[in-house]
């Protein structure tokens, strides 16, 4: 077994231990992270030879949430921990984005990165000493890797910039942002925000990003430098010069007159001649050889439309569908596009296209999670579905996947600070996003359709908010960007550089690289860039489509009203086995949801019956006061009076004088049991509380009160 060693450091004011060599002596390379009292496992392994018959380096990056390292045990039935979260999931797509560029290209080895969570103390979330971790295991192997990355996680606290925040401060910060960087560059960025300006944005990134230069980088250096292995070789993949220049001699005008579209229809029926043409001519050269080539000639395909479209990207300025680098496609809104549903928007960009619907319930509809930290619901939940026919596949739906689940995660963190809070809007949100066409950026499409669809369903966010992608083309020095980037510009280009916001700030930022990593000046012109292009979608396209959200929830929504109790009224409320409430929901025909706060919901199909229920509800725990008036239940009668239930669980007399303003010789001539009569609280004996009530005086006040109306309305 090799030597254990530990080595330390000062991490963003915390310590930082790495210990290698004590366990898991079999993988290629491991460690653990310590960060506080969090404790992450990493280990990376790679095949011995490549995998055969692929054209891209097989890597796979997980997540493992272990619940004992918070001290739980898993719900269900078999109490063990199963498929990955969906924190686990974007957590492995957050460390996959950065490490990835960083590899040969021409490496065909599995490689595997397993980040599995030991140990977590709230103030030190586990994602960001995994990905130190990963990038640690990696240096320190044998796999060939251009590394190392640091990373960090920025907060903004009362206006203040906060680099690896706590537990409280991240309950309250303005900024979730991830970054992660090599020595010169900034090769990752995730971001959720509320309503951040550019350039506090731009200010977090660049603090984040000296942090994790200064400290982390010269750390893993240092470890390496120590420990490191000495990378092992592999049969490199890479194109054959000699076929690819034959490919280029034969096809390379074909393959420009094929790319030279705007519709991607049109792009795809041009190129598979062309690639069939390749392929023949190669069979015919090759003869029983051809079959051992196809992987090889493909990729020589793949490199020569993606030559020509950088090259007229970096030469002459020219996209393919013929825009310019600021010009965004054609755009369209719509809303209320099917009926039944709470609320629905279509939006479309280009041949992009994304239909979401919102639908909204019950607070109790809120989503609950088993996971790492002390979220343990979510009523405002994203979900994205992209279906084949989407890309014209005919592939069946087999679920949700990473991709999937890591788009459906990006709308939902741009949308969410501008989700109006459970005491302005009580309801549970659920969006679904279709995309119905895909051509590049439907995460950012989703976002748009998705503000579209909670203005139609009426709730009252705070700002409308749009998405935009911006890309990237480099070579050497030379660098330029472009709005809007379409499938094969993502496809053949360096970024995906996603953007969310309002017109105050932004929300969310994803950027995907291919490259080694970005300068700052990349990084200020793509913020700036999406920047115009969304406040444009905005004003011209979405707001014209629907202006403001709908004063009132669709009439096929559920109508939720809540309150607040005190909380050692929340007894009364439920009753004895459930009693109360029960009651409340038969009468009312509602459906009632309390929480340990004392926050009342109530949802049902009648307003007048929901608003009805919380004035129940709040006479139930109101002190009774003299001179109120209710409206109660007859549930005995004697010979001197009748005793109504003017509020579940409390009770009053009438006295026979107080039934009418008359002489009345028998209770039963005025009320019987079951009867709901109006009553008023005339007296509460202060040594026993028993409640005096009145008929005759509320009926005089109401008439009092009618004619003082009347009266008023001629006047």
């Known amino acids: 077994m090799t030597e254990p060693k530990t080595f330390k450091t000062t991490f963003a004011g915390r310590e930082l231990i790495v210990e290698t060599g004590k366990t898991c002596e079999l993988s290629n390379g491991s460690c653990w992270v310590r ?71 021409d490496m065909r080895n599995d490689v595997i990165v397993v980040m599995t969570v030991m140990a977590v103390e709230p103030d030190c979330s586990p994602e960001i000493a995994g990905m130190i971790g990963a990038s640690i295991a ?45 020595e010169k560059k900034v090769v990752m960025i995730e971001a959720g925000a509320n309503q951040v300006a550019d350039e506090v944005m731009l200010k977090a990134i660049d603090l984040g990003h000296k942090e994790i230069v200064n400290t982390i980088i010269p750390f893993i250096n240092d470890i390496t430098a120590k420990i490191g292995k000495k990378k092992f070789e592999f049969p490199s993949m890479d194109v054959d010069k000699e076929l690819y220049g034959e490919i280029c001699a034969l096809a390379e005008e074909k393959v420009k007159h094929a790319l030279d579209t705007d519709d991607k229809n049109v792009r795809e029926g041009r190129l ?15 003869g029983e050889a051809y079959a051992e080539k196809v992987g090889m000639i493909d990729e020589c395909i793949y490199k020569l439309q993606k030559q020509v479209v950088r090259r007229w990207l970096l030469d002459e300025g020219k996209r393919v569908d013929g825009r310019k680098m600021d010009e965004i496609r054609r755009l369209s809104s719509e809303v209320d596009i099917l009926p039944r549903v709470h609320g629905s928007g279509l939006f479309t960009r280009g041949q992009t296209q994304v239909l979401t619907i919102t639908t909204l319930g019950p607070i109790s509809d809120s989503q609950r999670i088993d996971g790492l930290d002390d979220e343990d619901s979510k009523r405002y939940m994203h979900h994205y579905n992209f279906p084949g026919y989407s890309v014209g596949e005919a592939k069946t739906s087999r679920g949700p996947g990473r991709r999937e689940i890591g788009h459906g ?10 989700i109006p809070s459970v005491e302005e809007f009580p309801y549970a949100i659920r969006l679904v996003s279709e995309i119905l066409s895909s ?93 115009k292009a969304r406040i444009y979608i905005l004003d011209e396209v979405m707001l014209k489509a629907i202006p403001e959200a709908r004063p009132t929830v669709n009439k096929y929504a559920p109508k939720m009203l809540n309150t607040k109790v005190p909380v050692d009224k929340i007894r009364e409320i439920i009753g004895t086995g459930g009693k109360v409430i029960q009651k409340l929901c038969a009468d009312y025909e509602v459906k009632i949801d309390v929480d340990e706060e004392g926050n ?28 109120t008036i209710y409206k109660g239940k007859v549930v005995r009668v004697t010979g001197f009076g009748a005793f109504v239930e003017f509020a579940p669980g409390k009770e009053g ?35 026993n509380g028993k409640i005096g009530l009145s008929r005759k005086e509320a009926l005089a006040d109401i008439e009092k009160k009618k004619a003082e109306k009347e009266q008023g309305a001629a006047t």
């Open 600 to 627: 009342v919901f109530v949802c049902g199909g009648d307003y007048d019956k929901a608003q009805a229920c919380i004035d129940m509800i709040d006479s139930i725990v109101a002190e009774p006061e003299i001179g």
């Open 272 to 286: 598979q001649p062309v690639k069939d043409e390749i392929h023949a001519k190669m069979s015919e050269k090759f």
């Open 439 to 531: 051509n590049g950026s439907t995460s950012q499409g989703s976002i748009c359709g998705s503000t579209l669809s909670l203005m139609d369903a009426g709730v009252p966010i705070k700002a409308p908010v749009a998405g935009i992608s911006c890309g990237l083309i480099t070579e050497g020095e030379r660098w330029m960007t472009m709005i809007d980037i379409q499938g094969v510009e993502d496809f053949f280009g360096d970024m995906d550089f996603k953007v969310a916001g309002t017109h105050n700030g932004i929300t969310a930022i994803q950027m995907d690289l291919k490259i080694d990593g970005l300068t700052p000046e990349i990084i200020k012109e793509a913020i700036e860039t999406t920047r």
């Open 35 to 105: 960060y506080g009292e969090t404790v992450v496992m990493v280990n990376v392994a790679a095949s011995e030879k490549p995998r055969d018959g692929i054209d891209f380096f097989p890597l796979s990056v997980d997540f493992e949430e272990r619940l004992y390292s918070v001290g739980k045990i898993p719900g269900g039935f078999l109490k063990r921990e199963g498929r990955p979260s969906e924190k686990a999931v974007l957590t492995s797509r957050v460390v996959d984005r950065p490490i990835r560029p960083l590899f040969p290209k």
């Open 409 to 418: 995660a990006l709308a939902e963190r741009a949308l969410e600070p501008v």
């Open 138 to 182: 990696l240096s320190i192997s044998d796999i060939p890797w251009n590394g190392p990355i640091g990373g960090i996680s920025v907060g903004l606290v009362n206006g203040e910039i906060v680099l690896m925040p706590g537990a409280e401060q991240r309950a309250v910060s303005d900024l979730n942002l991830t970054i992660a960087s090599s």
């Open 653 to 687: 007399m009438v006295h026979v004088s107080e039934l009418e303003n008359r002489r009345v010789d028998k209770v039963e001539d005025i009320c019987n049991v079951g009867d709901m009569i109006i009553v008023k609280i005339i007296k509460i004996d202060p040594t």
